[in-house]
């Protein structure tokens, strides 16, 4: 209290080096989505810290996360400022984000009329989540199996057929209409859903016409006689209502059918008839068989009006012909008494 006595110490300070430590919050996502890590630069004593990301982390400390990626993941991360090493834990969970069924379809399908039809569908969901298709604008006498996600269809001959009428008998006619009937497009609505979400897409069947032959009714037989006439109309039908054109081959008319025999014809014939819708074509064979007609031969006698006195002789000159060259006999009636024949 009456005197002061002071002494001084040099006191050395080491520095003590604390390791890094940071702590990472649990963080949430949703697939998809970019995962992103708040890593400081320095720690607490300002040393910089230098990290270890294991994957899927970049260096930058980002994961793109992807569908599938959903779960609670642990990532150990290594942090070190040069001294000391030490690993940190973090939790991150992502949530699970629902995808749409997909449609992997061609836009367009072809088949004709007649045939049985099978069309799968190639329909997935990237979750493989139960899904269910129902499609929009489908044949009536079409089938969905669900089950095996198939289209099945057996379209009828009678699908595209012909509207009739005047316009149409004569474009049909010209063979022009045809080609107005070559196919015909039927457009589809397609849906798939699951128990969150639904997508859509289309799919167009293109139907082509299938086109059926005519059936040419056969004709019998023809036999007649030389001079007479001959007249064959065909007669056919078309499943397809099509108008049909005929044709016949030599002797006859190539259109009419007809044909006047004469007295060279005879003999054995055959021509060919044909019906055609401008496709297809049906052709049958008649026989034709013509008989010989006789004509009657001819005699020709040169002056024919004979005076004579008598006990004068005389002679008369016989010609006779046969148009057909047929072998001829000749005969004399009532000859005068005396007279002879050769």
Not at 153 to 162: A, L
């Given at each position: 209290?009456?005197?002061?006595?002071?002494?001084?110490?040099?006191v050395?300070?080491?520095?003590?080096?604390?390791?890094?430590?940071i702590?990472?919050?649990?963080?949430?996502a949703?697939?998809?989505?970019v995962v992103t890590?708040?890593?400081?630069?320095?720690?607490?004593?300002?040393d910089d810290i230098m990290?270890?990301l294991p994957p899927?982390?970049?260096?930058?400390?980002?994961w793109?996360?992807?569908?599938?990626?959903?779960g609670?993941?642990?990532?150990p991360?290594?942090?070190s400022d040069?001294?000391?090493?030490?690993t940190?834990?973090?939790?991150i969970?992502?949530?699970?984000?629902?995808?749409?069924?997909q449609?992997n379809?061609?836009?367009k399908?072809?088949?004709s009329?007649?045939?049985n039809?099978f069309f799968?569908l190639?329909?997935t969901?990237p979750?493989n989540d139960q899904?269910?298709i129902?499609i929009?604008?489908?044949?009536?006498d079409?089938t969905?199996?669900q089950?095996?996600?198939?289209i099945?269809?057996?379209?009828s001959?009678?699908?595209i057929?012909?509207?009739?009428?005047m316009a149409?008998?004569?474009?049909?006619?010209?063979?022009l209409?045809?080609?107005l009937?070559?196919?015909k497009?039927i457009p589809?609505?397609l849906?798939a859903?699951?128990?969150?979400?639904?997508?859509?897409?289309?799919?167009?069947?293109?139907?082509?016409?299938?086109?059926?032959p005519?059936?040419?009714?056969?004709?019998?037989n023809v036999?007649i006689?030389e001079?007479?006439t001959?007249?064959?109309?065909?007669?056919?039908?078309?499943p397809?209502e099509?108008?049909?054109?005929?044709s016949l081959?030599p002797?006859?008319?190539k259109?009419?059918?007809?044909?006047?025999t004469?007295?060279e014809?005879?003999g054995?014939?055959t021509?060919?008839?044909t019906a055609?819708?401008?496709k297809?074509?049906?052709?049958?064979?008649?026989?034709?068989?013509v008989l010989?007609t006789?004509r009657?031969?001819?005699i020709t006698?040169?002056n024919?009006?004979?005076?004579?006195?008598?006990?004068?002789?005389?002679?008369l000159?016989?010609?006779?012909?046969?148009?057909?060259n047929?072998?001829?006999?000749l005969?004399?009636e009532?000859p005068p008494?005396?007279?002879?024949?050769t």
């Amino acid at each position: 209290g009456i005197e002061t006595l002071r002494r001084t110490w040099i006191v050395l300070v080491k520095d003590s080096n604390r390791p890094p430590a940071i702590t990472l919050p649990s963080i949430s996502a949703n697939e998809n989505e970019v995962v992103t890590l708040n890593l400081p630069l320095q720690d607490e004593d300002g040393d910089d810290i230098m990290y270890t990301l294991p994957p899927p982390f970049k260096e930058d400390g980002t994961w793109q996360t992807t569908y599938g990626d959903a779960g609670i993941h642990f990532f150990p991360i290594t942090l070190s400022d040069g001294k000391t090493t030490i690993t940190s834990n973090v939790t991150i969970t992502i949530g699970k984000v629902n995808r749409p069924p997909q449609f992997n379809l061609v836009p367009k399908a072809y088949l004709s009329e007649g045939q049985n039809w099978f069309f799968p569908l190639d329909i997935t969901d990237p979750d493989n989540d139960q899904f269910s298709i129902t499609i929009d604008g489908l044949p009536p006498d079409a089938t969905f199996s669900q089950e095996k996600k198939q289209i099945i269809w057996q379209p009828s001959y009678e699908y595209i057929k012909r509207k009739g009428g005047m316009a149409s008998n004569i474009l049909n006619t010209l063979r022009l209409e045809q080609f107005l009937l070559r196919e015909k497009k039927i457009p589809l609505t397609l849906h798939a859903c699951d128990l969150q979400q639904c997508s859509n897409s289309t799919l167009t069947l293109v139907v082509y016409n299938v086109n059926r032959p005519p059936t040419l009714y056969p004709l019998e037989n023809v036999t007649i006689k030389e001079t007479e006439t001959v007249q064959l109309t065909p007669t056919a039908s078309d499943p397809d209502e099509d108008i049909l054109h005929f044709s016949l081959t030599p002797p006859l008319g190539k259109r009419t059918g007809k044909w006047k025999t004469t007295f060279e014809d005879q003999g054995e014939y055959t021509t060919y008839i044909t019906a055609t819708d401008g496709k297809t074509p049906d052709t049958k064979p008649v026989k034709i068989t013509v008989l010989k007609t006789n004509r009657p031969p001819t005699i020709t006698i040169k002056n024919d009006d004979v005076t004579i006195n008598e006990n004068q002789q005389f002679q008369l000159t016989i010609k006779a012909t046969d148009p057909d060259n047929d072998n001829l006999t000749l005969s004399l009636e009532n000859p005068p008494a005396g007279a002879t024949f050769t």
